[in-house]
């Protein structure tokens, strides 16, 4: 018996938190009980996520202890206490030697021995607790002792009415307090009013059985009539089928014949193959043999024989150029039925080889968000298009983030087959097409899906330091998303994790090392190394991403070695590229301070700039600069060759006044701050707009002078708004 009351317990009455039998449960508003303690660990900003259901409780105003008490709990562990009668499954909970136990405090909640319920009964604190006494299995059962009934936990009272405003038990010092204004009654009064409405809600359950009734016997009777309806299809199919089972017979027999004489066909070519192979084989040994022979002899026979070995070399070296070494058939060939042929033709022996499937039709820019359309076409050996279907083929989508997706193919039965896919997130992905475990033509083929710039209109975040930020300038991402800004006001760097919250500010005004006059550009290397323009100190700092001064090199002038007003920076594997504004030029160092050379000069023509402001490399390392005052941006290979160059001076939709910085995404989209037209343009790899967003202003989506701009690895656009000293995040 005490086990089936313990297994009661432990059912409804175990704490999903503490797992331990509740002790003072209480009911949040999701009906979910936990103890009072665990509440008390669980709370965090004053509230509490209920650990089942995730639904979050505001915490009352007197603390966690005002939470509802199920009583319901309370009564079915204290009924188990106080019944309980096999006392040889518990030890005691007090003492370290854990004696047997002989009683139940009802108000600690804890088993006894026969000692310590001696003292708990004399401890002065513990002397007006109930405990209750329990029986040897042999003795007669004793009397059941009287329920403790449920005290208020603000008052020590016994809760003798009932709130209806907030349902809940109360004291005659509740009523007379926090609970005056409200409708309450004393607890009889109140129950016999909710019993006479609980009838009335419950009313309609008797008309629900009566139908549920009903309803039960139509089913019944229904699935009797479906199962002797069963009886008579499975006669009239048996007919049926016995009148065609002779055709479908006969049909396998030709396929298995058509099957056999294709494998026959293969094994043949297989095995001509395999007899050529072995043939060449025999050779290239036999001359090897040779020219160990040769290489071993004495001086006068290897040149006597060297002629005739190297003869035979060439000769089994032709041989070998024009063997064929990969197998000449596919293992890939199948049975599929013809679902939709009428008789006597139910199938057909379909032999697919990856080399004649390819993967067709794929955009050559994709979106995150954006439905992909492909297809799959067939060639035979010929290069003829297929006119038939049946392929077993497989296709998955990667992300290159272990989300990898299977991608549904429709066969149309003409020799294509139609698929397509959803690329919900931005970044690599990998499109594999196989059958028989072999990648058929474009397979796996791999492309990076980009944000739709397009829709790219409305910020999400604006970070200002707590209104502590100067005018900032540059903006960087590093390898580990720790990302970069440069203030010109302060004179200082900010980093910021991949959360955007700050993590560390380092710098002051100054020209010693760790110090900044006006810093602009910034960028990370590979190593995650920090580097940072200084427009009036000429010259450019490396810190690690904690703040430790590195190195630093530039000093003021014209010639090389020299900068003069740098702008912009970017970092490209061990080169350093900078926007050399006073000297109108790109100055190239190594990442150790070394200087490598410089290209540009002043001018309007191809290759020259008009103060060029900032520099960043493409995925397909193309280096494009920012010519602020020639409101263009110029392209050029790595070592300063002239490329192309595009944009006029406007505020129409590709032109551009005063560009200010450049950042490239991996599909090659271009995105540009205009200082003078207070906005963001965008261009595809191939130089066309495709979009441009941002007004003058002070509100949400407008910009003061835009400056640095970033992409971060999930997508995300960063922007310096200068003048309105913020990061605008899109």
């Not at 040889?88 to 047997?100: A, Y």
């Not at 004291?171 to 009013?193: F, L, M, P, W």
């Not at 100067?470 to 006001?489: C, K, L, M, R």
């Not at 005063?658 to 950042?663: G, L």
Request: charged letters at 25%.
């Amino acid at each position: 018996m005490a086990a089936i009351e313990l297994k009661r317990v432990t059912d409804h009455a175990t704490c999903p938190v503490c797992l331990q039998l509740y002790k003072s449960p209480k009911v949040l508003p999701c009906q979910h009980s936990y103890c009072q303690e665990c509440l008390i660990k669980l709370e965090k900003d004053r509230k509490i996520t209920c650990p089942e259901c995730r639904k979050i409780t505001d915490i009352p105003a007197k603390g966690v202890k005002d939470f509802p008490t199920n009583f319901t709990l309370t009564h079915l562990i204290d009924d188990f206490f106080l019944r309980r009668q096999d006392r040889g499954k518990v030890n005691c909970e007090v003492c370290v030697e854990k004696d047997p136990v002989t009683s139940f405090c009802v108000t600690c909640s804890l088993f006894m021995c026969q000692t310590c319920q001696t003292f708990h009964k004399r401890s002065r604190d513990t002397h007006q607790h109930v405990i209750v006494y329990l029986e040897e299995p042999s003795q007669p059962k004793a009397a059941q002792p009287q329920k403790t009934p449920p005290n208020c936990p603000d008052h020590d009272l016994e809760l003798k009415f009932y709130c209806d405003t907030c349902e809940r038990l109360v004291c005659v010092y509740c009523t007379i307090n926090e609970h005056a204004k409200h409708s309450h009654g004393a607890i009889k009064k109140i129950a016999s009013k909710h019993r006479e409405q609980l009838k009335k809600t419950t009313a309609p359950l008797n008309a629900m059985t009566t139908k549920l009734s009903q309803a039960h016997d139509n089913i019944t009777e229904r699935k009797e009539r479906v199962l002797q309806q069963q009886k008579i299809a499975d006669k009239e199919m048996d007919q049926f089928f016995d009148s065609v089972i002779h055709k479908v017979e006969q049909q396998r027999q030709q396929l298995k014949q058509e099957l056999h004489n294709k494998v026959s066909e293969k094994v043949k070519l297989l095995t001509s193959q395999l007899e050529e192979v072995e043939s060449v084989q025999a050779h290239v040994m036999s001359v090897n043999e040779l020219a160990s022979e040769v290489e071993e002899s004495c001086d006068d026979e290897m040149l006597s024989g060297e002629k005739q070995l190297v003869h035979r070399v060439h000769e089994v070296t032709g041989t070998y150029n024009k063997l064929q070494t990969d197998p000449v058939e596919s293992y890939a060939f199948c049975f599929t039925p013809s679902h939709n042929h009428p008789f006597p033709r139910l199938g057909q022996i379909v032999n697919p080889h990856p080399s004649q499937y390819e993967i067709a039709d794929i955009p050559p820019t994709m979106f995150a968000g954006q439905r992909v359309q492909f297809a799959i076409t067939t060639k035979d050996v010929r290069e003829t298009p297929l006119t038939a279907g049946g392929g077993l083929i497989k296709v998955q989508l990667d992300s290159g983030r272990g989300n990898i997706q299977s991608v549904t193919v429709k066969d149309n039965n003409n020799g294509r087959y139609a698929g397509s896919f959803n690329t919900e997130l931005v970044g690599p992905h990998q499109l594999s097409v196989t059958i028989g475990e072999e990648n058929i033509k474009g397979s796996p083929l791999s492309f990076i899906t980009s944000r739709d710039y397009s829709k790219l209109s409305r910020s999400n975040k604006v970070i200002n330091d707590n209104g502590k930020m100067g005018e900032p300038w540059g903006v960087a991402f590093s390898s580990h998303h720790h990302w970069a800004v440069s203030d010109t006001t302060n004179h200082c760097v900010y980093i910021f994790n991949e959360q955007d919250q700050l993590v560390r500010k380092f710098g002051s005004h100054g020209d010693g090392a760790g110090q900044f006059n006006k810093p602009l550009g910034v960028s990370f290397d590979d190593d995650n190394f920090l580097y940072v323009v200084e427009c009036s100190n000429n010259r450019v700092q490396k810190f690690d991403v904690s703040g430790q001064y590195i190195l630093q090199f530039g000093r003021k002038g014209s010639n090389d070695n020299k900068l003069k007003k740098p702008v912009g920076i970017t970092v490209h594997h061990d080169k350093v590229y900078i926007a050399d504004r006073g000297n109108n030029r790109i100055s190239v160092y190594q990442t150790d301070g070394t200087y490598c050379f410089s290209f540009g000069s002043r001018g309007n023509g191809p290759g020259q700039f008009r103060f060029p402001w900032d520099v960043v490399v493409t995925p397909d390392n193309t280096l494009l600069v920012v010519d602020s005052e020639a409101d263009c941006i110029q392209s050029f290979q790595l070592d300063g060759t002239f490329i192309y160059k595009f944009g006029t001076r406007g505020s129409d939709e590709g032109q551009l006044n005063f560009p200010s910085s450049i950042t490239v995404d991996p599909n090659g989209f271009i995105l540009v701050t205009e200082r003078n037209n207070h906005r963001v343009s965008i261009f595809n790899k191939n130089y066309n707009h495709i979009h441009s967003f941002g007004s003058k202003g002070t509100v949400n989506n407008q910009f003061d002078q835009p400056r640095g701009i970033a992409i971060a690895p999930n997508g995300s656009v960063y922007i310096t708004d200068h003048n309105n000293n913020r990061i605008t995040i899109y």
